[in-house]
């Protein structure tokens, strides 16, 4: 809980006038603790900073800690107030910590109060250390809450607007945006390796500061933030937080492999974004759907809410199952599962995830099997340039060994790369509204942010109680 100090939004050209304020505040302090406030002054030009490094007092029983920053720029204070945030700390270690609490960088930003943030699949890229993830990230690129702040130049938005914002950070107006591709946007990421295409809270995708903690900052707010009907916390809350990220996922996974009404598909994956693009695929009136994993509880799911039949990896090569079970190749296929997909010809070992059993290519290659020849493939699933726990050197790389001649010789096409959530979430928001579509399903938790460490722990040790979890700052 932070202490305010009541001048954390106005701007004084009186640096005296802050300090003394938090003095004030200080000596109202009863009783006070020790150390009760720390200050540090550096003077100088061009800038003078007063940084009261930490405020811990009690009132009336009721801990109240607080740190602020005061950075007294030629005659311009702002303090930076700091909030709770799950900080990656290192391989296989998250944090809830103290962190800056955002603010309006530009006219186009707003700021929201999370009110739902979700921890994803590809956060556990970063957690594994099978990235190169950098300490110190805020994680949380699906994010769900309530504008606090807007910048003079946002004209859509007001305070205590209801929105979803896509994990795309997009601008709206350069080459890819303009046709809709606003997961490659071409200004938001001008030091990733590849120069398109940003995210909150993930290794290169540009400086965002993800939602896991209590606030996010929302650059080109009106184009990137999605007004959603209803009050916070109502029934529609969990479905339209996946509208963040997963359910536009599975959804482009099906897009990708342009299903169309009374095909036939096969789902790699049934994690969460298996599961949305098995649901999507029910919802555009498939045939056939079916889903590949190893997780029986995952698998039964699936069965329930989208009619797929389910397929299990370690009971039998899945091509020949589904070529068995349907009697033909499928029409379409969607990978949701990526890079670190486990090879069903390794050894099952203990039931825990093993990485030594991982094959980057082999989901990418039974695909090219089980699809038809002209058939088309949807990777949604992640693949990375860059893998520093790869089986061998080529894959370090991302250079993987895929089937490509029998690809060219079917004659499949396939689309892969990160989902424009912008292009459907407003649709599927809709379908959500009018009831339509419910996918909620997924949920199996919601926690404070401060469970996120343990729920972290959990859902990467591919716990079968955890699929999607959903943090409530
Ligand atoms: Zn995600
Ligand atoms: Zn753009």
């Known amino acids: 809980m932070l202490l305010d100090v009541g001048l954390a939004d106005e701007r004084t050209d009186a640096a005296d006038e802050v300090v003394g304020a938090i003095e004030r505040i200080v000596d109202d302090v009863d009783p006070p603790t020790t150390p009760l406030w720390r200050g540090s002054s550096s003077p100088g030009p061009p800038e003078t900073i007063v940084a009261i490094e930490r405020l811990d007092a009690c009132r009336k029983g009721v801990v109240v ?3 602020a920053y005061l950075y007294v720029s030629r005659r311009t204070i702002i303090i930076l107030h700091t909030m709770k945030g799950v900080v990656y700390q290192g391989e296989h270690h998250v944090e809830v910590d103290e962190v800056d609490e955002p603010t309006l960088q530009g006219p186009n930003d707003a700021i929201i109060d999370i009110t739902t943030t979700c921890i994803c699949g590809s956060d556990l890229h970063m957690y594994e250390g099978r990235t190169d993830a950098q300490p110190g990230i805020v994680f949380g690129h699906e994010n ?25 950070v997009a601008c709206g107006h350069c080459k890819n945006c303009e046709e809709g591709k606003t997961g490659f946007c071409l200004n938001v990421n001008p030091d990733g390796d590849v120069p398109a295409g940003g995210a909150y809270g993930y290794v290169g995708m540009g400086p965002y500061q993800g939602g896991q903690a209590e606030k996010l900052r929302i650059p080109y707010a009106d184009f990137n933030a999605l007004k959603l009907p209803g009050e916070p916390e109502d029934e529609y809350e969990q479905s339209f937080a996946l509208l963040a990220d997963i359910f536009p996922t599975g ?27 098995a649901y999507s695929a029910k919802i555009k ?25 389910p397929i299990n990896f370690e009971e039998g090569d899945p091509v020949e199952q589904i070529l068995s079970d349907f009697g033909d190749e499928v029409d379409k296929g969607v990978d949701a599962v990526g890079y670190q997909a486990l090879d069903p010809d390794t050894d099952v070992g203990s039931d825990a995830y093993d990485p030594a059993r991982e094959n ?20 949604i699933g992640l693949y990375v340039p860059s893998d520093p726990g790869a089986p061998d050197e080529m894959a370090a790389q991302g250079r993987l060994g895929i089937d490509f001649g029998k690809l060219f010789e079917k004659g499949q096409q396939l689309g892969t790369g990160q989902c424009d959530v912008k292009k459907y979430n407003r649709y599927l928001r809709d379908l959500i509204a009018e009831d339509v579509a419910d996918p909620s399903f997924v949920v199996t938790h919601e926690a404070g942010l401060d469970e996120a460490p343990d729920l972290y722990e959990r859902f990467d040790d591919r716990d079968e109680d955890v699929l999607k979890v959903l943090l409530k700052p």
Do not use: C
């Open 65 to 67: 800690a607080a740190r």
């Open 144 to 168: 769900m809450g309530i504008v606090e702040k807007v910048g003079d130049g946002v004209d859509d938005l007001e305070v205590g607007d209801r929105v979803v914002a896509p994990f795309n």
């Open 251 to 277: 959804w482009h996974g099906t897009e990708l492999a342009d299903l169309q009404p009374g095909e036939s598909v096969v789902i790699f994956g049934a994690g969460p974004v298996g599961q949305m693009a």
């Open 285 to 309: 009136g498939a045939s056939k759907i079916y889903i590949v994993d190893r997780v029986e509880a995952r698998l039964e799911l699936a069965a329930e809410h989208t009619g797929a039949v």
């Open 360 to 379: 980057p290519a082999v989901v990418l290659n039974q695909l090219i099997d089980v699809v038809k020849p002209k058939g088309q493939l949807g990777i």
